[in-house]
């Protein structure tokens, strides 16, 4: 992710009160969020994510959970390492 | 089918020293995400060994469709999914509990995505998981919304890469993954659930 774009944090805030406790696009939200991590987002995505993003509990929440799943995925997942057996036999085959 | 990643249909020409050459170079750095590819694919080690064999071989059979500079790494995996659609899906041992055109049908219908989806679980109970049960969430997914995980959070793809390795349009891309991950998050959440993570 662009490391110009910060995670917002809920627990900061003094200014909380002022935050708005329900999305009216939450929908839309979701989609730019998604861009966001996957690195895909437009420059108008980035505007709209960096001037909202800080004022909107359910995004902020939806932005945690998104990016916790995509990180889960790909660090806790086990990678196996390709069967030595396989190796061999495709190497003897393109060499036969 | 066998094309390179470009649109058009190249044909280089390779000596045989070059065909090892390149098949060692750029091919088989990527041998074990292709393996892991095909695990999750199929869901089955044995079927898993054999789309990898088979791929590797295809891939060796038509090299001269593969275009030195461009990515390696997708164009593999392009062939991988094709040889799955083709020779494996059929024969998979995966019960096939949902129907993919239905349930895409479904995700799809304009109800669906005007509706703000939301799925109560929180990044705290995902963060409780460990892989295994991530694992299990994502394997419980029907496979084409898999495959679109699998390709973007697993082994990075853009989406410009996945919309080739998979012959569909990127806004496609788009929505299938949008769609993949609320599902995901269900499967999460029944997880999450099941261990009192969510309480």
């Known amino acids: ?96 | 089918m066998l094309v390179a990643m470009s649109e058009k249909l190249t044909t280089n020409e390779y000596t045989d020293d070059l065909r090892y050459e390149v098949f060692n170079r750029e091919f088989m750095p990527h041998i074990d995400s292709m393996y892991n590819f095909a695990f999750r694919l199929t869901m089955d080690e044995d079927d898993a060994n054999d789309l990898v064999q088979d791929t590797y071989l295809k891939a060796f059979r038509f090299i001269s469709s593969f275009e030195q500079g461009t990515n390696a790494k997708a164009w593999l995996f392009r062939i991988l999914k094709n040889s799955f659609i083709n020779d494996y899906r059929k024969k998979s041992k995966e019960p096939s509990k949902v129907d993919y055109q239905e349930v895409e049908t479904t995700y799809n219908s304009e109800e669906a995505s005007d509706t703000t989806y939301t799925v109560d679980l929180r990044a705290d109970a995902v963060q409780e998981l460990i892989g295994d049960e991530v694992a299990n969430a994502l394997n419980a997914l029907p496979v084409d919304f898999r495959t679109v995980i699998i390709l973007c959070d697993i082994e990075g793809f853009t989406y410009e890469e996945m919309a080739k390795i998979l012959d569909i349009p990127i806004g496609t891309v788009r929505s299938r993954l949008h769609r993949a991950r609320n599902l995901l998050k269900e499967k999460l959440k029944s997880y999450a659930s099941s261990m009192g993570y969510d309480s």
């Open chain 1, 1 to 96: 992710m662009n490391a110009s774009l910060t995670t917002p944090s809920v627990e900061e805030g003094a200014e909380k009160q002022n935050m708005k406790h329900t999305c009216e696009h939450h929908a839309e939200c979701m989609k730019i969020i998604q861009s966001i991590l996957d690195d895909e987002a437009t420059e108008a995505e980035k505007d709209h994510f960096r001037e909202n993003m800080d004022k909107c509990i359910p995004c902020i929440e939806s932005y945690r959970l998104e990016k916790c799943i995509k990180d889960s995925l790909n660090l806790k997942i086990e990678k196996k390492p390709c069967p030595q057996s396989i190796l061999n036999t495709i190497i003897s085959k393109i060499n036969s």
